[in-house]
């Protein structure tokens, strides 16, 4: 079964510098792959959507992610890091025949004025 | 208007005591799930329905239960409900294909 592992619970950085948040999914290629954002007190909003047109892709708020097939990896970045930013991030893949989908356990994003 | 609407948004409650969530939706998708989020573990599936006839299990879903009343409500019962369900739960929906999943506000449940 598809799954995700995202490492590093706890993420954090200074206002203004790069965020790096870490995803990798299991060794068959998904034909999608997501992250989502959840600030405090909400639900999950979608950030951005990897579905194989292009490997570099770019969502909400300034962050993208790379698609790295020879490395399994989906790792989420934004160049400079804004107070805002402060959340918790998902990364999702979809599992049984595409029909539901299957989170990572989430990192924190903390961010240092 | 939100698209996706959960009632209660917090809710506190004893052991033994049988709570229902309600979860409605406008976006017009047949596709409706039900999770739980606990710090830690991420997103849980509890229940998904695919239309109100089609009603499937995730991967923890004892102790629930789900009524798909119409294509936009799904409801999640805890029948006796215990400590360990404190958590917070979280409503879905989607269009099919492996499409984004647009997520309800929450529902804080506290079992004491």
């Not at chain 1, 995700?4 to 060794?27: D, I, P």
């Not at chain 1, 991030?89 to 989430?106: D, E, I, L, N």
């Not at chain 2, 039900?34 to 299990?57: A, T």
């Not at chain 2, 789900?66 to 215990?82: D, M, P, T």
Request: a positive charge.
């Amino acid at each position: 079964a598809q799954s995700v592992t995202q490492l590093g619970s706890h993420v954090s950085v200074s206002e203004g510098a790069l965020v790096l948040l870490r995803c990798n999914y299991s060794s068959s290629v998904p034909p999608y792959l997501f992250w989502y954002v959840q600030y405090p007190n909400q639900g999950l909003q979608l950030l951005l959507k990897y579905t194989s047109a292009a490997t570099l892709v770019k969502g909400i708020n300034g962050f993208e992610a790379e698609f790295k097939k020879s490395e399994t990896s989906f790792h989420l970045t934004k160049p400079s890091a804004h107070m805002s930013d402060a959340a918790e991030y998902f990364c999702a893949v979809p599992s049984g025949g595409y029909q539901k989908v299957t989170f990572g356990t989430g990192t924190k994003l903390q961010v240092i004025p | 208007d939100a698209d996706v609407t959960q009632t209660p948004r917090n809710r506190i409650t004893k052991t033994g005591k049988r709570i229902m969530l309600e979860c409605s939706q406008t976006k017009g998708h047949d596709r409706m799930y039900w999770y739980r989020q606990d710090p830690g573990l991420g997103l849980q599936l509890i229940y998904y329905s695919f239309d109100v006839k089609d009603i499937n299990k995730g991967e923890i879903s004892d102790g629930y239960s789900v009524s798909r009343q119409a294509q936009a409500k799904f409801s999640l019962s805890l029948e006796s409900a215990i400590p360990n369900q404190t958590a917070l739960y979280f409503c879905a929906t989607s269009a099919p294909g492996g499409n984004e999943q647009f997520f309800g506000p929450g529902t804080r449940l506290t079992v004491l």
